[in-house]
C-alpha cells in the first residue's frame, strides 16, 4: 500500500481515499491529536497519519497504541505541511487488530544492534534494515530469473536429497528416517543434502542446452565467519558446448544484469544502506556495472601476491589454495574492481574440472569481488571419458558410485561449462551488509539453527 501511495504521489494525484494496513512504529501526541507513523512493508518509507481526537475510539485505543501493534487505518491522503514527506493520511477510522505490549516489545524507537536483532530472527524483518535486505533479497531473485529466462535458459529443480558429493569436500550432512536400520537406509544406500546442484544440472544440459537451478545447498563445515552458512542458496547455470571464457562472459554479465536491476528498481532501499550500512555503496555498485572485470590466471595472482606488502597469515607459494585474505587483498588493494582468476592448479580442485594441456591446471574460474572475496566458482567440465576417470582415481572418488555421470560422457560427450553464484554473498554484496547472516531471513550456523 504504501508502494502505491508512492505511485500516486509520483502521479501528482495526492489526494484521496486510501487505506492503509500495517504496523505502528510509533505515536506521539499533541493536545487535539496523535501523529502515527505506520508502516506495511512494502517500502521503506512510513505512512504519515494524523489521529484525531473526535475519533471515536481515540481515547481508548488510540492513546494505547504503540510499536508493533497492528492497524487497518482508512482516511484521505492529503498534501503534507511538514519537512520530509510529500502526504499524510487524515484517519477517518483506525481499527486495532493486534496489540504489542510496550514492556516486552522488543523493537522500541532506538536503533538496534544487528547482532542483537539477530537473536529475534522473528522480529527483526519488521525493521528498516532487514526489511530492505528482504526486499533486495527478492528482487534480486527475480532479476536473475529474468536474466536467464530472457536467455532460453531452462531452470531445472534439482534434487535436495542426494547420494554424490559433488565438491568431495566430505561437507554433507546425512539424512535419514527417524528409526531407519542401520543395515536398511531409507534410500538404499546412505544419503545426505545437496552440496551443489552441479552434477545433476550437467545431465540436464547435455540434454536441454542450456539450464540453471536455483536452490537451496547445505555443507557442514565448521567455518564460524561471517560469509559461510551451512545453509545457503545457489545459482548453478551449466551450458553445453561452452567453454571457460564462455562462462567468465556469462558469469559477469549475471553479476551486473542484476546489479544494474537493484540500482533500478531498489533505490529508496539502498539509500539506506548507503548511509547507514556502507557508505559508497551505491557509487561501488554503479563501478561493477560499468567498468570491465579484471582477469588473472592463478599463477599470475600468485606473483601479485608474492610481490605484495601485505604481512599474510598463510604464505603463499604456486599450489595453495587461496585463502580469503589472500582473494580480498586482490580485488580490494591491487585491483580495486572484481577479479576473475581462472586456471588453478588441478590439486586443490573437484574431480569434475577439465584438465589443461600443461596436464598441471584445470579449466577453473572464481569471480572474487571487493568485501567478499570469491562470489562465483565454476570451471569448464572435464567431458573426456579417460581423463574424468583419471582425476576421479587420484581424488578418490569411487566412479561406480558415479556411473550415471560418465554415461554423459560415454553417450554424446559435448564440451561443457557452468558456475554457481552464492546468492548470499551476492545479496551482502548489492547491500553492503559486512555479516552474512543478515541477508538470509533464517541464518543456520554452528551451533545455530532458530525459528
Ligand atoms: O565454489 P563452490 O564450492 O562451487 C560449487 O559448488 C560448484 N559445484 C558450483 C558450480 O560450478 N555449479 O561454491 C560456489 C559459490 C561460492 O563461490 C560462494 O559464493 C558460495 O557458493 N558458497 C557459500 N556461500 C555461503 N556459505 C557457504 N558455506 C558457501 N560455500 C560456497
Ligand atoms: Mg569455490
Not at 481515547?59 to 502526504?87: N, W
Not at 551450458?239 to 554479465?253: H, I, Q, V, W, Y
Not at 560499468?290 to 604481512?311: G, I, N, P, R, S
Request: aromatic share 10%; with cysteine.
Amino acid at each position: 500500500m504504501a508502494e502505491r501511495i508512492q505511485k500516486l504521489l509520483h502521479q501528482k494525484q495526492t489526494t484521496g481515499q486510501v487505506t492503509i494496513k500495517g504496523w505502528v512504529r510509533t505515536r506521539r501526541d499533541t493536545g487535539s491529536f496523535s501523529f502515527l507513523e505506520v508502516n506495511d512493508g512494502s517500502c521503506l518509507a512510513n505512512l504519515q497519519v494524523i489521529a484525531d481526537k473526535n475519533l471515536s475510539n481515540y481515547d481508548v485505543d488510540i492513546l494505547r497504541l504503540s510499536a508493533g501493534c497492528s492497524v487497518v487505518i482508512r482516511g484521505e491522503l492529503q498534501k503534507s505541511p511538514a519537512k520530509g514527506q510529500d502526504v499524510e493520511l487524515q484517519a477517518g477510522s483506525v481499527e486495532v487488530l493486534g496489540w504489542a505490549d510496550p514492556e516486552t516489545y522488543p523493537l522500541q524507537k532506538k536503533r538496534h544492534s544487528l547482532e542483537f536483532l539477530r537473536s529475534i530472527s522473528h522480529l527483526r524483518p519488521r525493521t528498516n534494515a532487514l526489511g530492505a535486505v528482504t526486499r533486495v533479497r527478492s528482487r534480486l531473485a527475480f532479476a536473475v530469473n529474468v536474466f536467464f529466462q530472457e536467455r532460453d535458459f531452462v531452470q531445472v529443480h534439482t534434487p535436495i536429497i542426494t547420494t554424490s558429493d559433488c565438491e568431495g569436500a566430505g561437507e554433507m550432512f546425512q539424512v535419514s528416517a527417524t528409526g531407519e536400520k542401520k543395515d536398511a537406509p531409507f534410500f538404499g544406500s546412505s544419503a545426505g543434502l545437496t552440496v551443489s546442484g552441479q552434477l545433476q544440472a550437467e545431465v540436464y544440459a547435455l540434454a536441454l542446452g542450456q539450464v540453471y537451478t536455483f536452490g537451496p545447498t547445505f555443507r557442514a563445515e565448521n567455518s564460524n565467519t561471517s560469509r559461510h552458512l551451512a545453509e545457503f542458496w545457489m545459482i548453478e547455470p551449466e551450458m553445453s558446448f561452452c567453454d571457460l571464457a564462455c562462462n567468465m562472459e556469462l558469469a559477469s554479465d549475471l553479476l551486473k544484469y542484476v546489479l544494474q536491476d537493484v540500482l533500478d528498481n531498489c533505490s529508496e532501499d539502498l539509500t539506506l544502506f548507503n548511509a547507514f550500512i556502507e557508505k559508497g555503496l551505491i557509487r561501488k555498485l554503479k563501478d561493477v556495472v560499468e567498468k570491465d572485470f579484471v582477469h588473472l590466471t592463478y599463477t599470475a595472482a600468485v606473483e601479485e601476491l608474492q610481490k605484495a606488502k601485505a604481512d599474510f597469515e598463510y604464505p603463499v607459494e604456486w599450489g595453495i589454495d587461496l585463502h580469503s585474505e589472500h582473494e580480498r587483498y586482490l580485488t580490494e588493494e591491487v585491483h580495486k574492481c572484481p577479479v576473475i582468476v581462472t586456471d588453478y592448479p588441478a590439486a586443490i580442485k573437484p574431480f569434475y574440472m577439465r584438465v589443461s594441456d600443461d596436464g598441471k591446471t584445470v579449466a577453473a574460474m572464481d569471480i572474487l569481488v571487493p568485501g567478499i572475496g570469491e562470489i562465483v566458482g565454476g570451471s569448464q567440465r572435464e567431458e573426456r571419458l579417460e581423463v574424468l576417470e583419471k582425476r576421479m582415481q587420484e581424488a578418490g572418488v569411487d566412479s561406480t558410485e558415479y556411473d550415471w555421470y560418465l554415461d554423459l560422457r560415454r553417450y554424446g560427450t559435448v564440451p561443457h561449462a557452468g558456475f554457481g553464484l552464492g546468492f548470499e554473498r551476492l545479496v551482502q554484496f548489492a547491500t553492503g551488509m559486512s555479516n552474512i547472516r543478515e541477508v538470509i531471513p533464517f541464518p543456520r550456523t554452528p551451533g545455530s539453527a532458530p525459528c
